[in-house]
């Protein structure tokens, strides 16, 4: 089992920034990620990172405004998000899956970010 506790997020005005955090517990992942659900919309992948070697994918909608990044020594994976976009309001979900999995298994509580134009 793995348990995410996600933090940040909140309202932020277009072309602001902010940081989202998550912090895993109970196994270790093998590969965590962020996806964000907007009302009336389905669940949309955003990025995900390789553990082991940091190896990581964006969906084109946030390519080049959003990093996401792992700190091994506080355990903790960040989702910087610059540049924001009213379109870029929703819910947002990190996940993990261990090696045991064939994909993503585990979920955040999920963390509102609402940009404002």
């Known amino acids: 089992q793995v348990q995410l506790v996600e933090s940040g997020g909140g309202l932020v005005q277009a072309g602001g920034s902010l940081r989202l955090s998550c912090a895993p517990s109970g196994r270790t992942p093998s590969r965590m990620g962020w996806f964000r659900q907007a009302p009336g919309k389905e669940r949309q992948f955003i990025t995900r990172?390789?553990?082991?070697?940091?190896?990581?994918v964006y969906a084109d909608s946030v390519k080049g405004r959003f990093t996401i990044s792992k700190d091994n020594a506080k355990n903790t994976v960040y989702l910087q998000m610059n540049d924001l976009k009213v379109e870029d309001t929703a819910v947002y979900y990190c996940?993990?899956?261990?090696?045991?999995?064939?994909?993503?298994?585990?979920w955040g509580q999920g963390t509102q970010v609402t940009v404002s134009s």
């Open positions: 990172i390789t553990m082991s070697d940091g190896g990581t």
């Open positions: 996940a993990a899956k261990t090696g045991d999995d064939t994909e993503v298994k585990y």
